[in-house]
């Protein structure tokens, strides 16, 4: 691959990632309500959750999803109905834990690990402007008198993935170190977990009402 095709599309990337969308916004909403561990892991998740769409990119099925207006929809309703669920669940359980915090058993915390992640994974694979940003974008940094396209765009697609994990991840630190002062009080965590269900509920529901095709 050209180094120089490589670098740009970096940039690119790094510019689109840094300015707040709607990746930002879930990070920063599952960090309120969980923390740094919670907003981490749930950054993670989501990247990971991305993997699976370069590849179908990578080899041409992700312009099905691109071009079909009908599986666009249904995609997108998908994810935006799990973002609201996710904010409900937020709001549900903002009392919980909100009282000096008890001692966890090791098996607990891994299970609840596993879920977030796994939460995050789910937002990832279901977020469909994913699969339009790549077949859109990847296709022009790739050299196609070099052969091995699906491999080219794959490491494109993990360039981004990386540059989206170190941004992300740092959106999550701040936002849990601005969770650590509500901390304090449990009044103050009660309404910071709610508010970070409320951003993820807003989230989901301004996915679902976009025009299928932006």
């Known amino acids: 691959m050209d180094p120089q095709a490589v670098i740009g599309f970096a940039v690119m990337s790094l510019v689109l990632i840094v300015v707040p969308g709607p990746s930002v916004l879930f990070v920063i909403g599952r960090s309120l309500a969980l923390g740094r561990r919670g907003g981490l892991l749930s950054v993670l998740g989501n990247e990971l959750g991305g993997l699976p769409l370069i590849v179908l990119v990578s080899f041409g099925l992700g312009g099905i999803v691109a071009q079909s207006a009908v599986v666009f929809f249904a995609v997108k309703?998908?994810?935006?109905?799990?973002?609201?669920?996710?904010?409900?669940?937020?709001?549900?359980?903002?009392?919980?834990?909100?009282?000096?915090?008890?001692?966890?058993?090791?098996?607990?915390?891994?299970?609840?690990?596993?879920?977030?992640?796994?939460?995050?994974?789910?937002?990832?694979?279901?977020?469909?402007?994913?699969?339009?940003?790549?077949?859109?974008?990847?296709?022009?940094?790739?050299?196609?008198?070099?052969?091995?396209?699906?491999?080219?765009?794959?490491?494109?697609?993990?360039?981004?993935?990386?540059?989206?994990?170190?941004?992300?991840?740092?959106?999550?630190?701040?936002?849990?170190?601005?969770?650590?002062?509500f901390a304090t009080s449990p009044r103050r965590l009660t309404a910071m977990r709610a508010t970070g269900g409320g951003m993820l509920i807003g989230m989901g529901a301004s996915l679902a009402v976009l025009p299928a095709k932006s």
């Open 77 to 181: 309703l998908l994810g935006a109905a799990y973002l609201v669920y996710l904010g409900v669940q937020a709001i549900r359980h903002r009392r919980s834990g909100a009282e000096p915090m008890a001692e966890t058993s090791a098996a607990s915390r891994r299970a609840s690990g596993r879920r977030t992640l796994m939460q995050g994974f789910i937002v990832g694979v279901t977020n469909p402007k994913t699969i339009v940003f790549f077949v859109a974008v990847l296709p022009q940094f790739v050299d196609l008198d070099a052969g091995g396209v699906p491999l080219q765009m794959m490491v494109l697609g993990l360039v981004f993935t990386l540059i989206a994990l170190v941004c992300d991840g740092i959106w999550a630190i701040a936002a849990a170190a601005a969770r650590q002062w």
